[in-house]
């Protein structure tokens, strides 16, 4: 009996130290998505929500209309949000991967000064860099076109021909110090007596990162493309500060299509909703997929 009642007793403190963080992650994180999921399948436009006689749900119109409408950017917004998963995922982490073991390996001085250096813009304010990166490509008088000139003095102001290189850029400067960290933290957990071993049996050092730090990693490769693939599909402060859209909402992404149904103009809650839901769909397809090479190609440590 009385092993019983300790259990029960610690059964209970277990329930009540996790009952806060239940209670506010249905708060803020799972009554919120369903609640989104509710309002996309209704006809809501505003005003009161509880209470109202007049909203309906009405099925999955607000679905058809994101795919069917003509004068939507749906399209035109996912595709510059797979653009940025592309770059996030084979830019950003194969980059990265090499510069971690660069510094790792101790090929460069200054490792220190070099870790600063690559990790500084993840301290900076994405809207300061916005800012400051819209005054560097993004006007015919920009440090970009003044650089352009030395070499071809006729060259002439235009975003409009592939108005996405200039963000995929700076998202590429802006995020890879992130999975330096990361990969930097995970190599030195790597036992150097492999390492040196494998030297001493004369492997190079493109077979030291080969045969044994990428299998080490691969684990910690498939968790930063999962980081990437989330983070890509809710880019939203940079570009708006940077582009806000433009030029014709050709560098919208489905963030910020969301954010014009929702806030500009007549509001279109349910569409906005809808976008959202889309985008939290899109995400766990992908990050399915890679869960899905990971268990076909390796991925343990």
Do not use: H
């Not at 019983?4 to 803020?28: C, G, H, M, N, W």
């Not at 890509?232 to 910020?256: C, F, I, Q």
């Not at 929702?262 to 569409?271: D, E, I, Q, S, V």
């Amino acid at each position: 009996m009385k092993n019983l009642t300790s259990k029960s007793e610690e059964r209970a403190s277990y329930l009540l130290l996790a009952l806060p963080a239940v209670i506010i992650y249905f708060s803020v994180v799972a009554f919120p998505t369903v609640f989104s999921v509710v309002l996309s399948l209704s006809n809501y436009n505003g005003g009161k929500i509880f209470g109202n006689p007049n909203i309906k749900l009405v099925g999955l119109e607000s679905y058809v209309e994101i795919f069917t409408n003509p004068n939507g950017y749906f399209w035109l917004a996912l595709q510059n949000n797979m653009l940025i998963v592309l770059v996030s995922v084979l830019g950003q982490i194969p980059l990265g991967f090499i510069l971690a073991y660069i510094l790792s390996r101790k090929l460069v001085r200054g490792v220190d000064f070099f870790q600063t250096v690559i990790y500084l813009p993840n301290v900076i304010s994405a809207v300061i860099i916005g800012i400051l990166m819209k005054n560097f490509f993004l006007n015919s008088s920009s440090v970009w076109m003044q650089i352009l000139r030395i070499f071809n003095p006729q060259a002439q102001f235009s975003i409009n021909q592939y108005p996405m290189v200039p963000v995929l850029i700076v998202m590429l400067w802006m995020y890879t110090g992130t999975y330096v960290v990361i990969f930097l933290a995970n190599i030195q957990r790597i036992d150097v007596s492999i390492i040196e071993a494998a030297k001493i049996d004369g492997a190079s050092e493109a077979q030291v990162l080969r045969y044994i730090t990428m299998p080490a990693l691969s684990g910690v490769i498939v968790t930063c493309a999962i980081l990437a693939i989330s983070g890509s599909l809710k880019s939203y402060d940079l570009l708006y500060v940077m582009t806000n859209g433009g030029p014709a909402n050709r560098t919208s992404v489905l963030s910020l299509y969301m954010y014009m149904m929702a806030f500009r103009g007549a509001p279109n809650y349910p569409l906005a909703n809808a976008i959202s839901t889309v985008m939290v769909l899109i995400s766990f397809v992908l990050i399915a997929l890679t869960k899905s090479v990971e268990k076909r190609y390796g991925g343990k440590e």
